[in-house]
């Protein structure tokens, strides 16, 4: 049956007045006007009509020499002698409407061989070949199709860039992937194997929705990736459209929020009715904390636009079906901040958490980022993947893509193990800077370094070893001590908590051992050991104050849940919390300052290896607690033309320089 509403809406609509100003019909106008004139001016004569006069007027104005020029062209409606004679006489030519200095006249009529013979005689005609209807008809529309082209150009191209400005401010900005170019599938992505399973059913959803309907089922109308930065959670969404073979549209948060109200809201539903168009197909949206950020949160309520375009989010999620075959993907590091109405059943219903990989999942990626590197027969993937914990997917795509260019800067061909092991220093500490320090410098950061490496080596039972000792400048850092576990570590047991605070304060106490002063190079050695103290107490539960968390204390103004800084303790409860992160502190520092006693001779070993060496491996820091001394050759760091020239060039300004040069050891960096 027809719709009686519908109905009524066309009448209305027909009653409707017609609007106020219309741009296009402006224009179609303006081309038309513009149009006309061109052809006044165009036409032959232009704006005056030719004085028309008989054959043998001309020939008389011709041997008067009073025609200026003329042309003779046979008439092709007439005869054999018929012509058609144009021309321009001078001024007081006595014909009719010869009022300017010229007239312009046309005749036609019969021309006899004796009045040829005269207007040649002249020498002011000249003879053409007769005009075609085709050639009549180009020589009219030409000008007039190039006035249109012209005023094509000039008014309504305008008006089309202009409406892809402000006239269609609330079109959507999802941009549409190329299916064939910008196509990733699953074996693109490694390193989350949990999330592509979770994924895996949208992609058979997409490709047989009948297999789920008919079963009574619903698949999730929105997918929520969790995960921190770089861990591939939009790789993953485009491999999901790339397995499933449908459109892709990208989107970010921060393209619905504009400084106009309800622009945002407008986008939203045009980016709905837009996937609705192109079904089955997924719409992604990255970053949509921007958007989708609780309501009424920070000061003064919020942004009353980010707020308008996340109730039409939550309407427009509400309004279309699964079977429709549109499906949301949105990803995000800070689910702590989404409104809780975005993450109901419905909307949001389902959350996958994309983490950092493991050692398993770090060698899948490097395999596949691998894949368009040149790699010597040297590199081990594996050895890589146990010596870059906690880095992301992305980082080890940086990592590999910086060790291929260390490689170039070297003059090699192919990528190599040592290439790969600077790279890694690099990213992680920053690039090695070749500073000029005098000998007391120099001195003091190496036993400072040493005094990191005999702590750590003598605590550790094997899970963290010492990685590499160096003095040289990285980052911002004078001296670095690096440690890489040999597995994944996913709990810190108590012991090995104390175990890092000790490190931490082994380097200020070799520093002071030796030089008998301490200076503000174990700067980030305290933070650090502090940190884990006070996480110890407050968090924990692993000090004599018990289980008990003591350190939910809140400020985050910005999402609206507390204006001012609140605590949870009690001033003596504050005053025991400082205690206990003092007393780990100094048992620490008081068993740190034991265990470099009782190797005193191997801490100078090592120092002395480091300022004659610069840089040690942690295999060398163990030669020498166990037989005293170094036992396997030192290989120096691969250096590319411009690191030597570079190197050279600095020698020979410490060579120069007059005195010591005004500098502090800064703090070394954490162990990883």
Not at 293 to 311: F, H, I, S, V, Y
Not at 414 to 426: L, N, P, Q, S
Not at 563 to 572: F, P, V, Y
Request: net charge neutral.
């Amino acid at each position: 049956m027809p719709d009686p509403d519908n109905n009524k809406k066309r009448r209305s609509l027909k009653n409707l007045p017609p609007d106020r100003f219309q741009p296009k019909m402006l224009v179609i106008w303006l081309v038309i006007v513009l149009a006309a004139i061109s052809l006044l001016f165009f036409a032959p004569g232009g704006l005056k009509s030719p004085a028309s006069v008989k054959i043998q007027k001309v020939v008389e104005l011709a041997e008067q020499g009073k025609v200026r020029e003329g042309v003779i062209r046979p008439d092709a409606s007439g005869g054999r002698d018929w012509v058609v004679i144009t021309g321009e006489t001078a001024k007081d030519a006595g014909l009719e409407g010869d009022r300017g200095p010229t007239t312009q006249f046309r005749a036609a009529g019969r021309l006899t061989d004796a009045n040829m013979e005269r207007l040649q005689k002249s020498q002011a005609f000249a003879e053409q070949p007769a005009t075609t209807l085709l050639s009549q008809i180009a020589v009219n529309v030409i000008p007039f199709l190039l006035i249109i082209g012209l005023l094509y150009f000039l008014f309504i191209r305008q008006l089309r860039q202009a409406g892809k400005g402000a006239l269609s401010f609330g079109k959507s900005r999802a941009k549409l992937l190329t299916r064939d170019r910008d196509k990733l599938t699953f074996a693109d992505v490694a390193g989350c194997d949990e999330a592509k399973e979770e994924v895996s059913e949208v992609v058979e959803f997409l490709k047989d929705p009948k297999k789920f309907t008919k079963m009574g089922g619903k698949i999730p109308k929105g997918i929520l990736m969790v995960g921190p930065p770089g861990t591939g959670k939009t790789l993953l969404a485009k491999a999901v459209a790339g397995e499933a073979d449908v459109p892709f549209f990208s989107i970010s948060g921060s393209d619905f929020v504009e400084m106009f109200v309800g622009v945002g809201a407008s986008r939203v539903r045009d980016m709905f009715e837009q996937g609705r168009k192109s079904a089955p197909c997924i719409i992604f949206i990255d970053e949509i904390d921007a958007v989708g950020r609780q309501r009424g949160a920070g000061l003064g309520g919020g942004n009353d636009e980010r707020e308008q375009t996340l109730n039409s989010l939550l309407v427009e999620m509400d309004g279309f079906d699964t079977t429709e075959g549109v499906i949301i993907i949105a990803a995000t590091n800070r689910p702590d901040v989404l409104d809780s109405a975005l993450l109901r059943p419905g909307r949001f219903d389902r959350q996958i958490y994309v983490d950092l990989p493991d050692l398993v999942g770090r060698e899948q990626i490097l395999r596949v980022h691998a894949r368009k590197i040149s790699l010597s027969e040297n590199v081990d993937l594996a050895s890589i993947a146990r010596g870059t914990p906690g880095l992301s997917g992305a980082e080890l795509a940086n990592l590999l893509n910086e060790s291929a260019l260390l490689a170039a800067r070297r003059d090699k061909k192919k990528v190599e193990m040592v290439d790969i092991g600077d790279a890694r220093d690099k990213v992680l500490w920053g690039r090695e800077r070749r500073r000029v320090m005098d000998d007391s410098e120099k001195r003091a950061i190496a036993w400072h370094e040493a005094g990191h490496a005999v702590v750590q080596a003598v605590l550790d039972d094997g899970t963290v070893p010492v990685h590499k000792v160096t003095i040289i400048p990285r980052g911002q850092s004078l001296g670095s001590t690096s440690f890489f576990p040999t597995k994944d570590i996913l709990t810190r047991a108590k012991k090995k908590l104390l175990d890092q605070i000790a490190m931490a304060m082994g380097g200020r106490i070799a520093e002071e051992l030796v030089t008998g002063d301490i200076s503000n190079g174990a700067y980030g050695d305290i933070k650090q050991a502090t940190r884990i103290a006070r996480s110890m107490v407050c968090d924990y539960g692993m000090s004599d104050l018990g289980p008990i968390a003591l350190g939910e204390n809140q400020d985050t103004v910005f999402l609206g849940r507390d204006i001012t800084r609140s605590t949870h303790i009690s001033e003596d409860t504050a005053r025991r919390i400082d205690a206990a992160v003092g007393d780990l502190i100094s048992s620490q520092y008081t068993r740190a300052q034991q265990i470099i006693a009782e190797h005193r001779t191997a801490l100078d070993k090592i120092a002395m290896a480091l300022i004659e060496h610069e840089t040690i491996e942690g295999k060398h820091v163990l030669e020498i607690l166990k037989h005293g001394d170094i036992q396997s050759p030192v290989i120096r760091e691969a250096m590319g033309k411009s690191d030597a020239k570079a190197m050279e060039k600095r020698a020979a300004e410490k060579a120069a320089a007059p005195g010591p040069i005004d500098s502090l050891p800064t703090p070394s960096p954490s162990p990883a």
